[in-house]
């Protein structure tokens, strides 16, 4: 039963897995704006093992940083279950969260908002070693020169600010403290979306090579769909809070199945795509998540929808080694 939910191609033993997570908000916040309520995530499962990198993807406010939230601990979902090494992470979050935190790290969007602005890099790196007890004082500085080395900075940034820092390099800094405490999985939200397109390279290519020397399993939430093709073994399309289509990267580049992945796919830019071949991006607007649609969530949007998407949820199931959330799945991909 949960091998069919991880869908196929992964590598067991998951060390991290999410099973059924659901968030719920009050809408704006608490204010009260009528008792509405936000569905952010509604029963997402996956599941990340060492060494591989899963993207996660889809168009804002579909969900994909909720989940980073949910799965590092930093908020707590509503329902369903999260798992670090088999064990349940809510207990462990309540009784001896270091342990978790020790397992699960995540590297922010902005670097510059990540990190403490009153802090130099030997002590933000430090701290990470400091709060974990993981070197003793007087090994400390040689032990963030060697991260720092890791990340490709050198001792000449140990006792600089953040504000003295590129953008390229503070993203390094963050990079290196999540590194410091030698996690299982990192969960990447969006990392070189903030950068200049020349750096983003260079910290994808220095994530590739930290994953090859440490077989640390990346998360990557991203927007950049080529990006995502370049760098992980499996993707996951999110849609409106929930998962409509994963599958490894190369089934899912030989065919998508998923009117939605289908649209989001062909709208977006490719390296060898002749210039103006992409589709235009999806008409109509994604439905509010406190106003979800009934039956198919995408049935708004879709160019194959018909009366049964209007009235009756699809379950996420396999099709052609993948799963898909679509009545018609069969069907569009014959
Ligand atoms: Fe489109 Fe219907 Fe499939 Fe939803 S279930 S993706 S509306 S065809």
Known sequence: ??????????????????????KRFPAGG?????????????????????????????????GKTTLAHCLTGLTTPSAGRLLL????????????????????Q???????????????????????????????RRARR???????????LGEEHLDRFPHELSGGQRQRVAIARALAVEPAVVVCDEPVSALD??????????????????????????????????????????????????G??????????????QALFAAAPEIGRPPGTARPPLSGDVPSPIDMPRGCPFHTRCPHARARCAAEAPALRPVDGRMVRCHFAEELSA
């Not at 995530?41 to 168009?59: D, K, P």
């Not at 088999?86 to 699960?104: C, K, N, Y």
């Not at 990346?218 to 409509?244: D, P, Q, T």
């Open 106 to 136: 995540i590297v922010f969007q902005d670097p510059y908002a990540s990190l403490n602005p009153r802090r130099r890099v030997a002590d933000t790196v430090g701290d990470a070693l400091r709060i974990h007890r993981l070197c003793p």
């Open 197 to 246: 397109v020349s750096i983003q390279a260079q910290v994808i290519n220095l994530l590739r090579d930290l994953q090859a020397r440490r077989s640390v399993g990346y998360l990557f939430i991203s927007h950049n769909l080529a990006l995502v093709r370049h760098i992980a073994r499996r993707i996951a399309v999110m849609y409106l809070g929930e998962v409509v289509e994963t």
């Open 142 to 152: 040689d032990r963030v020169a060697a991260l720092i080395a890791e990340v490709g």
């Open 1 to 22: 039963m949960l091998a069919r939910r991880r869908g196929p191609g992964v590598t067991p033993p998951p060390i991290l897995e999410a099973r059924d997570l659901v």
């Open 248 to 261: 490894t990267t190369a089934e899912l580049r030989r065919r998508l199945l998923h009117p939605y992945s």
């Open 30 to 62: 608490g204010l009260g704006l009528g008792g509405r309520t936000v569905h952010a995530l509604n029963g997402v499962s996956l599941a990340i093992a060492a060494g591989e990198t899963l993207a996660v993807v889809g168009e804002s406010g579909c």
């Open 85 to 104: 090494d088999g064990e349940d992470a809510a207990a462990m979050l309540r009784r001896e969260p270091m342990r978790f935190r020790r397992r699960v």
